[in-house]
C-alpha cells in the first residue's frame, strides 16, 4: 500500500498539554481581572486612591473648607464671630457681637463660659495654676482678638452665662487647646456633651504628660 499523504500524526502528550496550557491561560487571566477589581472596590471606600482626605470637614463662615486634624473639629459654618471684651479666668470671659444673633441678643457684653471644661480658681478662692490657665486664655484670645462661637444643647446655665465652644482667628479650638496644655480639666454636664470624648482624652494625655496643673500642682 503507498504512504499516505498531507496528515501528520500530533503525540497525545503534546495534545494534553496543549488543553491544559490554554485553561491555565484562561484561568489566570480571569483571576487577574477579579484582583484589580478587588483592589479597585479598596481604594474608592477607603478615600485613598484619589488623595482625599476621610477626616470629617466643616466649611466656615468665611466660605474656605477646613478640614477636621487628628479628630479636632475645624471651625463649624454657623459659628458666630464676636470680639472679646476681657478674660476674667481659665474658663470665663466676656463678649460682644456686632449685632444681634440667634445666639446672642443683644450688643452689650455677654459673660461665657466655655463648655466642657473646668479651670482652678482665681482671685480670694484661688487654686494653684488659676492665674496660669487665665493666661492661657489671654494667650489664645487677647483682648480686642475675634473669636467664633457655637453653642451645645443648652445654650445658657442657670447663672444666666452663656455656654459656648470657641474658635480663634486662625482656627484653633479653645476648649481643647486648654485641656490639652494642662490648664483645664474636662467637664461633663448633660446634655452639653457634644466634644467630652475628646476634652477627656486630651486630659488624659495632659495627665500622663504632666503638662500645666498636672506637673505643676
Known amino acids: 500500500m503507498g504512504r499516505r499523504q498531507g496528515r501528520s500524526r500530533v503525540p497525545i502528550g503534546v495534545l494534553v498539554l496543549g488543553v491544559l496550557g490554554f485553561a491555565w491561560v484562561q484561568q489566570s487571566e480571569f483571576l487577574a481581572t477579579e484582583f484589580e477589581s478587588m483592589l479597585s472596590s479598596v481604594s474608592q471606600g477607603s478615600g485613598q486612591s484619589s488623595g482625599e482626605s476621610t477626616g470629617p470637614v466643616a466649611t466656615a463662615a468665611d466660605g474656605t473648607v477646613e478640614t477636621a486634624v487628628g479628630g479636632i473639629p475645624a471651625r463649624p459654618s454657623g459659628a458666630v464671630p464676636m470680639t472679646v471684651e476681657h478674660v476674667h479666668d481659665g474658663d470665663t470671659l466676656f463678649l460682644r457681637t456686632d449685632q444681634p444673633n440667634a445666639l446672642v441678643a443683644t450688643t452689650d457684653a ?108
Open 110 to 217: 455677654v459673660k461665657v463660659r466655655l463648655l466642657g471644661i473646668d479651670t482652678p480658681e482665681v482671685g480670694d478662692s484661688a487654686e494653684c495654676f488659676g492665674d496660669q490657665a487665665a493666661e492661657q486664655l489671654r494667650a489664645l484670645l487677647p483682648d480686642g482678638s475675634r473669636t467664633w462661637v457655637t453653642a451645645d444643647q443648652d445654650p445658657t446655665d442657670r447663672y444666666g452665662r452663656s455656654l459656648f465652644y470657641l474658635w480663634t482667628g486662625d482656627g484653633r479650638f479653645v476648649n481643647y487647646e486648654l485641656v490639652a496644655g494642662g490648664a483645664a480639666e474636662s467637664l461633663m454636664i448633660p446634655p452639653n456633651d457634644a466634644h467630652y470624648p475628646l476634652l477627656r482624652t486630651a486630659e488624659d494625655a495632659a495627665t500622663t504628660a504632666g503638662a500645666g496643673q498636672w506637673g505643676a500642682c
